[in-house]
């Protein structure tokens, strides 16, 4: 099973915009819209804060968006503030019908 | 609010077996699809099992196929992971997480517990 490639690290000053990638092959993202993103803070359970490739779940702040296209996912956050500053995963339903995550990406507020 | 709580975790040695439990609160447990996923030391996240809102349907990810077991309890509100021959790159926190959609799997989790630490070492 391979994991999805995301960078290790991306980062930005507050009120920039940053992306982050999230890079599979044909079977990992397959023909489902089953991409979603995690926010992780060391020592806390992560948060969901987009499903479907594109959903924003209630609560979640309008500076997260994100997009799909080919084999490739992207998550955006605009507008970057401190509490940004996290790790952030991806993650996809593949046709070998189980779950993938990506293997993080360190997002650092300069 | 949903609650999920993680417990049975600890240190083993290579080879035992361990079961992890996962009390669920706040909703109907019995209409939600349910999962075990698992953080080693300094890595990210890996997804472990899944089991649908009834039990008939397990997925696995191909590290712990034939070695872990997901089951549950719909009587007790309550999900399980047996751990057999455990290695020691099974180390991890182990989070149990709800799934978002009644009665189907949507492989997103809104719902987290805190987890549970595994160490695997002689």
């Known amino acids: 099973q391979s994991a999805l490639t995301q960078p290790a690290s991306v980062s930005g000053s507050p009120g920039q915009s940053i992306t982050i990638s999230c890079t599979g092959t044909?079977?990992?993202?397959?023909?489902?819209?089953?991409v979603s993103w995690y926010q992780h803070h060391p020592g806390k359970a992560p948060k969901l804060v987009i499903y479907?490739?594109?959903h924003r779940p209630s609560g979640v702040s309008n500076r997260f968006s994100a997009s799909k296209s080919g084999q490739t996912a992207s998550l955006n956050i605009s507008g970057l503030q401190a509490e940004d500053e996290a790790d952030y995963y991806c993650?996809?339903?593949?046709?070998?019908?189980?779950?993938?995550f990506g293997g993080g990406t360190k997002v650092t507020v300069l | 609010q949903v609650q999920l709580v993680e417990s049975g975790g600890g240190v083993v040695q290579p080879g035992r077996s361990l079961r992890l439990s996962c009390a669920a609160s706040?909703?109907?447990?019995?209409?939600?699809?349910m999962n075990w996923v698992r953080q080693a030391p300094g890595k990210g996240l890996e997804w472990v099992a899944a089991?649908?809102?009834?039990?008939?349907?397990?997925y696995y990810a191909d590290s712990v196929k034939g070695r872990f077991t997901i089951s549950r309890d719909n009587s007790k509100n309550t999900l399980y992971l047996q751990m057999n021959s455990l290695r020691a790159e099974d180390t991890a926190l182990y989070y149990c997480?709800?799934?978002?959609?009644?009665?189907?799997?949507?492989?997103?989790?809104?719902?987290w517990g805190q987890g549970t630490l595994v160490t695997v070492s002689s």
């Open positions: 997480a709800k799934d978002s959609i009644l009665y189907t799997t949507s492989w997103y989790f809104l719902d």
């Open positions: 706040g909703f109907t447990f019995s209409s939600f699809a």
């Open positions: 089991i649908s809102f009834d039990g008939s349907n397990k």
């Open positions: 044909g079977s990992d993202f397959g023909a489902y819209n089953y």
């Open positions: 479907d490739v594109t």
């Open positions: 993650s996809s339903y593949t046709t070998s019908a189980i779950l993938v």
